[in-house]
């Protein structure tokens, strides 16, 4: 009885208080349902109803007065907003606040309804979403190919539709780029950034795309496409890029940190402006308790016809301290590279002539190693996968190494290595932005050697760790620290995106590899790993976290006593 007392001696107090109606300014004021909303006005806005002191604004007519407030109203989902005048006072009713229930979109081209906008449903239907919904659908339209589009958004509030008129316009092929390079560049340098070809579609995304890789090369600061939008009919299909030029010498400093490298510290210099075909000179330092690398390197454009075709002198150093290993290398090589740019892809081709000196400070191998090696890499990455790189969503990425050394032509041991590795991410559904990311990862590696006791030891192939198998330590898969001859890996990870608030993103992985003594050939031995792990994307960078277990089926002699207890691992910076 005395609780029930007390609890209404401090209802009727706040029940008295709602009642009570709330000043909106002037004589306007909401009625009691207000009273518990967060709504409320800025000043400026308060001026547009009530007036202010500012000359020819201090008196605002009633009519003029509840249009504005009906505006703000409308502007935050009040759409049936109501005025009633009692004496001297005037009291606004609200109503019920209008969410949306779905988007109408009206005179859609082909492949336009091939991707969803969400998250919509139960939002407020107010000025913002409506300008949201009207921003993605120009960006929707103009990655379909129409540069000109025009698009109307009004709110329906009695069906809680926000109602979309498109008008595209015609889809156009990009006819021709007039580019404005600047000073001290050749023509030819910005179209080696070019995500696109002319006679290509349009494609709105991949203009963004190549604005971004001209500014990430250090040539610019600021660069964009300009349309031909507002001119005749016959400039259609014509663009003008223009670039703002930088400073071309930076600095760039950064940290980073994993369960498995803590920390890590990262330092990068480069010279992007050595001549005026832009070539570009850079040096980068990483440090870390497993790897301490200094590699620098020059991207050396050689001819003005051939703005894509380079020359690829690098240095690099580095210890590498492993669990099941220790080595000392340095690397000389002068390659060559070519950059090219499909309609949906970025292909980029290198071969290099690279002597390596190699000591192997613990661990298997041969404590002295130098070799001359021809290494040859082809790696292709999609435009979108590129597009989407700080938050992954779609596309693909793959990489194929070839490295081949001859015994007695500056090596001291035959052989060669083959490695494939890649990523593909599905945007299941075709969501913006996506609800359920699938990524899949795979990796494969063979050694092809005579003699794998006279093999080097950063030629051996091991598994574990968050590069493959997560559910295993690093490099714990390991042949007793001599290393296999064939390794491989597939990797697959469900993300829930948007599901959970500040931006966490629950996620499923389960990971497979397989190993043996022989190239090209597996031992009978799977291991596999399932586990969640929880990625947010904080406004510093992206945090990973993943707890899984290692097991071990049809087990053999190549895995004997690896440790399938959990694996938990953290890292700051890394994406799957």
């Given at each position: 009885?005395?609780?029930?007392?007390?609890?209404?001696?401090?209802?009727?107090?706040?029940?008295?208080?709602?009642?009570?109606?709330?000043?909106?300014?002037?004589?306007?004021?909401?009625?009691?349902?207000?009273?518990?909303?967060?709504?409320?006005?800025?000043?400026?806005?308060?001026?547009?109803?009530?007036?202010?002191?500012?000359?020819?604004?201090?008196?605002?007519?009633?009519?003029?007065?509840?249009?504005?407030?009906?505006?703000?109203?409308?502007?935050?989902?009040?759409?049936?907003?109501?005025?009633?005048?009692?004496?001297?006072?005037?009291?606004?009713?609200?109503?019920?606040?209008?969410?949306?229930?779905?988007?109408?979109?009206?005179?859609?081209?082909?492949?336009?309804?091939?991707?969803?906008?969400?998250?919509?449903?139960?939002?407020?239907?107010?000025?913002?979403?409506?300008?949201?919904?009207?921003?993605?659908?120009?960006?929707?339209?103009?990655?379909?190919?129409?540069?000109?589009?025009?698009?109307?958004?009004?709110?329906?509030?009695?069906?809680?539709?926000?109602?979309?008129?498109?008008?595209?316009?015609?889809?156009?092929?990009?006819?021709?780029?007039?580019?404005?390079?600047?000073?001290?560049?050749?023509?030819?340098?910005?179209?080696?950034?070019?995500?696109?070809?002319?006679?290509?579609?349009?494609?709105?995304?991949?203009?963004?795309?190549?604005?971004?890789?001209?500014?990430?090369?250090?040539?610019?600061?600021?660069a964009y496409f300009k349309d031909s939008c507002e001119q005749d009919e016959s400039e259609w299909g014509h663009f003008q890029q223009k670039v703002f030029l930088t400073k071309p010498q930076s600095l760039i400093l950064a940290a980073g940190a994993s369960t498995e490298e803590f920390p890590?510290?990262?330092?990068?210099?480069?010279?992007?402006?050595?001549?005026?075909?832009?070539?570009?000179?850079q040096a980068q330092l990483y440090l870390s308790p497993r790897r301490q690398t200094l590699s620098s390197d020059i991207r050396y454009y050689l001819l003005e016809n051939t703005p894509r075709f380079f020359l690829l002198p690098s240095l690099k150093t580095e210890r590498l301290s492993e669990?099941?290993?220790?080595?000392?290398?340095?690397?000389?090589?002068?390659?060559?590279?070519?950059?090219?740019?499909?309609?949906?892809?970025?292909?980029?081709?290198?071969?290099?002539?690279?002597?390596?000196?190699?000591?192997?400070?613990?661990?298997?191998?041969?404590?002295?190693?130098?070799?001359?090696?021809?290494?040859?890499?082809?790696?292709?990455?999609?435009?979108?996968?590129?597009?989407?790189?700080?938050?992954?969503?779609?596309?693909?990425?793959?990489?194929?190494?070839?490295?081949?050394?001859?015994?007695?032509?500056?090596?001291?041991?035959?052989?060669?290595?083959?490695?494939?590795?890649?990523?593909?991410?599905?945007?299941?559904?075709?969501?913006?932005?996506?609800?359920?990311?699938?990524?899949?990862?795979?990796?494969?590696?063979?050694?092809?050697?005579?003699?794998?006791?006279?093999?080097?030891?950063?030629?051996?192939?091991?598994?574990?760790?968050?590069?493959?198998?997560?559910?295993?330590?690093?490099?714990?898969?390991?042949?007793?620290?001599?290393?296999?001859?064939?390794?491989?890996?597939?990797?697959?990870?469900?993300?829930?995106?948007?599901?959970?608030?500040?931006?966490?993103?629950?996620?499923?992985?389960?990971?497979?590899?397989?190993?043996?003594?022989?190239?090209?050939?597996?031992?009978?031995?799977?291991?596999?790993?399932?586990?969640?792990?929880?990625?947010?994307?904080?406004?510093?960078?992206?945090?990973?976290?993943?707890?899984?277990?290692?097991?071990?089926?049809?087990?053999?002699?190549?895995?004997?006593?690896?440790?399938?207890?959990?694996?938990?691992?953290?890292?700051?910076?890394?994406?799957?």
């Amino acid at each position: 009885m005395n609780f029930c007392l007390l609890a209404l001696a401090l209802f009727f107090p706040i029940l008295a208080l709602a009642s009570e109606p709330r000043l909106i300014c002037g004589k306007y004021y909401f009625r009691s349902k207000a009273i518990h909303s967060n709504l409320r006005f800025t000043s400026n806005e308060l001026i547009f109803v009530c007036g202010g002191t500012t000359p020819g604004w201090e008196n605002i007519p009633d009519t003029q007065a509840r249009l504005h407030l009906s505006t703000f109203l409308r502007s935050r989902g009040y759409f049936k907003a109501e005025f009633k005048p009692e004496g001297d006072k005037i009291f606004v009713e609200l109503g019920e606040r209008a969410e949306v229930g779905k988007i109408e979109f009206r005179n859609q081209p082909p492949e336009f309804g091939e991707m969803t906008f969400i998250p919509i449903k139960g939002r407020v239907l107010n000025s913002d979403l409506l300008s949201e919904v009207r921003a993605w659908s120009l960006s929707r339209l103009k990655a379909l190919g129409y540069p000109c589009p025009r698009v109307e958004v009004r709110a329906a509030y009695e069906s809680e539709t926000a109602v979309v008129e498109l008008y595209p316009g015609s889809r156009q092929k990009v006819v021709n780029i007039r580019r404005e390079t600047g000073e001290g560049l050749k023509p030819g340098v910005l179209q080696r950034y070019d995500a696109f070809s002319l006679g290509d579609f349009y494609n709105g995304d991949f203009m963004a795309l190549t604005s971004r890789r001209l500014i990430a090369s250090g040539i610019a600061n600021y660069a964009y496409f300009k349309d031909s939008c507002e001119q005749d009919e016959s400039e259609w299909g014509h663009f003008q890029q223009k670039v703002f030029l930088t400073k071309p010498q930076s600095l760039i400093l950064a940290a980073g940190a994993s369960t498995e490298e803590f920390p890590i510290l990262t330092a990068a210099w480069k010279y992007s402006d050595i001549d005026d075909r832009a070539s570009s000179a850079q040096a980068q330092l990483y440090l870390s308790p497993r790897r301490q690398t200094l590699s620098s390197d020059i991207r050396y454009y050689l001819l003005e016809n051939t703005p894509r075709f380079f020359l690829l002198p690098s240095l690099k150093t580095e210890r590498l301290s492993e669990s099941v290993f220790k080595i000392l290398r340095t690397e000389v090589a002068f390659g060559t590279g070519y950059i090219f740019d499909t309609s949906t892809e970025q292909i980029v081709l290198t071969s290099s002539p690279t002597y390596t000196f190699e000591d192997t400070l613990e661990g298997a191998g041969p404590a002295k190693s130098r070799y001359l090696s021809l290494v040859s890499k082809i790696d292709v990455m999609s435009h979108y996968f590129e597009y989407f790189q700080t938050s992954p969503r779609t596309g693909y990425q793959v990489n194929l190494q070839w490295m081949t050394q001859s015994e007695g032509l500056g090596s001291n041991f035959s052989g060669n290595q083959y490695h494939l590795a890649g990523t593909y991410l599905w945007n299941i559904g075709k969501y913006d932005p996506p609800i359920v990311v699938l990524g899949v990862r795979v990796q494969a590696s063979t050694l092809h050697v005579n003699n794998l006791g006279a093999t080097p030891q950063s030629f051996r192939l091991y598994l574990g760790g968050d590069q493959n198998i997560r559910g295993f330590g690093r490099n714990s898969i390991n042949n007793f620290n001599e290393g296999f001859l064939t390794t491989s890996y597939l990797g697959f990870e469900g993300r829930l995106v948007g599901v959970l608030p500040y931006q966490l993103q629950p996620y499923l992985l389960l990971d497979f590899a397989k190993v043996g003594l022989t190239p090209f050939a597996w031992d009978e031995v799977l291991l596999y790993s399932p586990g969640l792990g929880l990625r947010w994307q904080s406004p510093v960078g992206v945090l990973r976290a993943t707890a899984s277990r290692g097991l071990v089926e049809r087990s053999t002699k190549l895995v004997e006593g690896v440790d399938t207890s959990w694996t938990y691992f953290l890292s700051y910076g890394r994406e799957f």
